[in-house]
């Protein structure tokens, strides 16, 4: 099952632009990451946010965090067409020594010149 | 080594066949997952070691997939009587285990497997 629910499921925008993906989940989470997967790779880590952190920065990009609503967003300022991706967001809920990532249907992002 | 490794990066088999795909993590990361994705969707969780032993199983969709990860560090999922819809891209991924539970994956490029 996935948790995590990406919204929009595709956008595309052009390179200067700025794009925002949103996540929203349904369980209590330790900590929340975003990552990107380029057509026929795997996936790599951009950024992770704490539950108890509301706002964290890496570079261009910008990523928030709202426990009460359940849901994070993540901001890629003045795209390049180098951004072109799919980015999924992972919620990570910890049960004693277990720590499981729970993906979401990610976002499929194109930036044309 | 310097990512994670797998292995085959394709493979084909027909429906009915046995399949064992590797995975062969960062050196030092206790923890390794497997995920399995499909076409447009995001990884779905199958399994997760930490050290030899499965933490959780719990993604595994029925008792034809099995995983091992007998020394702590190469691990193998094993799927029998293969179906068609096992067909997908089978991603492993590793991290060093830490207190802070912040596990941060670095994912292999993906073992692809088609059932005919």
């Known amino acids: 099952s996935q948790q995590g629910e990406e919204d929009p499921q595709a956008l595309s925008i052009q390179e200067g632009e700025n794009a925002t993906m949103n996540c929203s989940y349904k369980t209590s989470i330790n900590n929340l990451q975003w990552y990107r997967q380029n057509s026929g790779r795997g996936l790599v880590h951009l950024i992770l946010i704490r539950s108890n952190e509301r706002e964290k920065h890496s570079g261009r990009l910008r990523v928030t965090l709202d426990t009460s609503k359940k849901s994070s967003s993540l901001l890629i300022t003045a795209s390049r067409a180098a951004d072109t991706a799919s980015y999924f967001c992972a919620t990570v809920f910890l049960t004693g020594t277990a720590s499981k990532l729970t993906f979401g249907t990610g976002t499929r992002l194109q930036v044309t010149l | 080594g310097a990512g994670v490794s797998q292995t085959p990066s394709n493979k084909v088999t027909e429906k009915g066949k046995y399949v064992e795909l590797r995975c062969d993590p960062i050196?030092?990361?206790?923890?390794l997952y497997w995920y399995r994705q499909s076409l447009g969707q995001g990884p779905e969780f199958l399994i997760y070691?930490?050290?030899?032993?499965?933490?959780?199983d719990s993604g595994l969709p029925n008792d034809r997939f099995f995983a091992v990860r007998p020394e702590g560090s190469v691990s193998t999922l094993k799927i029998q009587r293969t179906e068609r819809g096992d067909s997908a891209v089978y991603l492993c991924a590793s991290s060093p285990w830490g207190t802070s539970g912040a596990n941060v994956l670095t994912f292999g490029a993906g073992s692809r497997l088609t059932v005919l």
């Open positions: 070691f930490q050290g030899t032993g499965a933490a959780d």
């Open positions: 050196s030092g990361h206790t923890a």
